[in-house]
Antibody, heavy 116, light 112 residues
Framework: EVQLVESGGGLVQPGESLRLSCAAS????????MNWVRQAPGKGLEWVANINPGGSEKSYVDSVKGRFTVSRDNAKNLLYLQMNSLRVEDTAVYYC?????????WGQGALVTVSS | DVVMTQSPLSLPVNLGQPASISCSSS???????????LEWFQQRPGQSPRRLIYKVSHRDSGVPDKFSGSGSGTDFTLKISRVEAEDVGVYYC?????????FGGGTKVEIK
């Protein structure tokens, strides 16, 4: 069964850091483009970042450039999102999503709340 | 950035009736490789998004054939031939022809 499971969400204060992890199973992780997509409370979907299968190409939405870093460990089938200098407007459910072949899979999401 | 505009914002539909959602992009979504990377996602209440359609008109595995996608260039449509209670939720179009990937604002489908 194809599965993505996020972890690492929580409540932090503005300016603090948090690292999200996403554990993949049931598909060839090392051959898949992986993405982070977020959804602020009551709002729509916003693509945040992605990384190519080998980890050499990374892209980010402008609002997180310089603060967020996406990475992966293909040996452990893990995807990460390091989030630094968090802002109140980063509050959202963060989804890990994979595109592999002609298939697509999303995790259940991890809630990140940035508040003082 | 490519702006994806969906209409309508809200779509009340009677059970068993068809529904149609439009999505237009601010630039052509035809890629240099000739493909059009336009996808449709369904998000039921309290659930993660689920992809229904990729490359404009290809249904994902397990997606009922009541869902169909069409369009080209900058104008795209998702149709549900007969709406059932399980189809309630928000539907999003997304493009990844251009960086960054961008989503439409969503269309909320509800039962009248």
């Amino acid at each position: 069964e194809v599965q993505l499971v996020e972890s690492g969400g929580g409540l932090v204060q503005p300016g603090e850091s948090l690292r999200l992890s996403c554990a993949a199973s049931g598909f060839i992780f090392s051959s898949s483009w992986m993405n982070w997509v977020r959804q602020a409370p009551g709002k729509g979907l916003e693509w945040v970042a992605n990384i190519n299968p080998g980890g050499s190409e990374k892209s980010y939405v402008d609002s997180v450039k310089g603060r967020f870093t996406v990475s992966r460990d293909n040996a452990k089938n893990l995807l990460y999102l390091q989030m630094n200098s968090l802002r109140v407007e980063d509050t959202a459910v963060y989804y890990c999503a994979g595109w592999f072949g002609e298939s697509n899979c999303w995790g259940q999401g991890a809630l990140v709340t940035v508040s003082s | 950035d490519v702006v994806m505009t969906q209409s309508p914002l809200s779509l009340p539909v009677n059970l068993g009736q068809p529904a149609s959602i439009s999505c237009s992009s601010s630039q052509s979504l035809v890629s240099r490789d000739g493909n059009t990377y336009l996808e449709w996602f369904q998000q039921r209440p309290g659930q993660s998004p689920r992809r229904l359609i990729y490359k404009v008109s290809h249904r994902d595995s397990g997606v009922p054939d009541k869902f169909s996608g069409s369009g080209s260039g900058t104008d795209f449509t998702l149709k549900i031939s007969r709406v059932e209670a399980e189809d309630v939720g928000v539907y999003y179009c997304m493009q990844y022809t251009h960086w960054p990937h961008t989503f439409g604002g969503g269309t909320k489908v509800e039962i009248k």
